[in-house]
């Protein structure tokens, strides 16, 4: 029987597997708050019996991720390379702020939205993330970092409504008293922007903070930028965001990557003010971060600071991010891409190794002239 993933499962769940075997259901309790404290073995649960350790080993199984790769900027950020149970490898990062430490996580290992400034969508989707391996990101980071997680945005790896049903058993289960218990307005989900799945965000009337990378305000520039964008328009995507704000009641933010020559014009800034004011949005530019497979470079500081006060005149309420984690590979997918490369380059001399191998052998046995 293939194990179960019990760190995915609500309290009322587990307890109706307690039920079954002829445990109390208040174990159920005690099993889901040891989940939720990063246990990587059962008999780390030593509040239960031997007997029900036993059972919970050959019934499920516990998600916990291998380092494989730490780095930490000179300014404290963090950024973290985990390997899940199959291999395949994901990124997060803690970054520290006045309000407390925030952790980024991956939804998805790679991406399919193919968006031409990002590492993440190299390579394309490999598949999507259990809510227990969002979870374990979370904890995992917060135990190895020694920092307590009070702020949470799914802003890396992946895209997050791509994924909308792991993302929501994950919301439950890190928002649950009982687990880590973090409120819902700590929480961020960014989005390149998928229309049906906004709605269907909207109408859980969670009190989240929906952040939209945007980076164009025209859909010329945008479908170069974000293939996601072809066949949609942000005349679309513009609706489903008002239509959030009216169901849930919170602004949606927008994401505005500044990149050189392709969207910091001063006729662009203007574009963006009509579109902000017509959506109520709140901007926060963000300058490149370079990616060695993207021929696409940061704003200039001066294009920068012209197009900010080009939107704070228009009345647009607007913030420059303060880049973090810049020594580092800050942008998501870099560590990743690297790792993968690395085990490109380990494959290829393998691979040269043992053909040269099997020259050799055919070259003895005949089948190849001297």
């Known amino acids: 029987m293939e194990k179960q993933d019990i760190q995915s499962m609500l309290p009322q769940e587990i307890e109706a597997v307690l039920l079954d075997v002829g445990e109390k259901p208040f174990r159920a309790k005690q099993i889901?708050?040891?989940?939720?404290?990063?246990?990587?073995?059962?008999?780390?649960?030593?509040?239960?019996?031997?007997?029900?350790?036993?059972?919970?080993?050959?019934?499920?199984?516990?998600?916990?991720?291998?380092?494989?790769?730490?780095?930490?900027?000179?300014?404290?950020?963090?950024?973290?390379?985990?390997?899940?149970?199959?291999?395949?490898?994901?990124?997060?990062?803690?970054m520290a702020y006045h309000h407390g430490n925030t952790v980024c996580i991956s939804?998805?290992?790679?991406?399919?939205?193919?968006?031409?400034?990002?590492?993440?969508?190299?390579?394309?989707?490999?598949?999507?993330?259990?809510?227990?391996?969002?979870?374990?990101?979370?904890?995992?980071?917060?135990?190895?970092?020694?920092?307590?997680?009070?702020?949470?945005?799914l802003m890396g790896i992946g895209e997050p409504l791509d994924n909308l049903e792991s993302v929501l058993r994950f919301l439950e289960l890190v928002n649950h008293p009982d687990g880590m218990h973090i409120g819902m307005r700590?929480?961020?989900?960014?989005?390149?922007?998928?229309?049906?799945?906004?709605?269907?965000?909207?109408?859980?009337?969670?009190?989240?903070?929906?952040?939209?990378?945007?980076?164009?305000?025209?859909?010329?520039?945008?479908?170069?930028?974000?293939?996601?964008?072809?066949?949609?328009?942000?005349?679309?995507?513009?609706?489903?965001?008002?239509r959030y704000q009216d169901e849930t009641g919170r602004r949606v933010s927008f994401e505005y990557a500044m990149i050189h020559g392709v969207n910091?014009?001063?006729?662009?800034?203007e574009h963006l003010a009509r579109r902000m004011l017509d959506v109520g949005g709140h901007v926060n530019l963000i300058p490149l971060n370079t990616v060695a497979e993207r021929d696409l470079g940061s704003s200039t500081k001066d294009a920068i600071k012209k197009f900010e006060q080009i939107l704070r005149r228009r009345g647009v309420n607007v913030t420059l991010r303060r880049q973090l984690g810049g020594d580092i590979d800050a942008s998501c997918g870099q560590l990743r891409r690297k790792q993968e490369r690395a085990r490109e380059r380990r494959g290829y001399h393998d691979q040269l190794r043992t053909d040269g191998q099997g020259h050799c052998a055919k070259r003895q046995s005949g089948l190849l002239p001297d």
Request: aromatic share 6%; proline share 3%.
């Open 107 to 153: 939804a998805q290992v790679g991406c399919r939205m193919g968006c031409g400034f990002c590492a993440s969508a190299i390579g394309g989707l490999k598949r999507n993330l259990a809510p227990s391996e969002l979870l374990a990101q979370v904890l995992f980071s917060q135990m190895e970092s020694g920092r307590p997680i009070s702020n949470i945005v």
């Open 186 to 242: 700590h929480i961020t989900i960014s989005t390149c922007g998928l229309p049906e799945a906004i709605d269907k965000l909207a109408s859980y009337h969670l009190q989240l903070t929906l952040s939209v990378s945007l980076h164009a305000p025209d859909d010329e520039t945008r479908d170069r930028l974000m293939p996601a964008n072809r066949g949609m328009g942000i005349d679309r995507l513009m609706a489903a965001c008002r």
């Open 32 to 94: 889901f708050q040891w989940l939720n404290r990063g246990v990587t073995d059962f008999n780390e649960m030593t509040n239960l019996s031997h007997v029900l350790r036993e059972q919970l080993k050959e019934r499920f199984h516990l998600t916990a991720p291998q380092l494989l790769e730490k780095q930490v900027s000179t300014d404290g950020t963090i950024k973290y390379l985990w390997a899940m149970a199959d291999g395949e490898a994901v990124e997060t990062v803690v």
């Open 264 to 269: 910091d014009t001063v006729q662009q800034a």
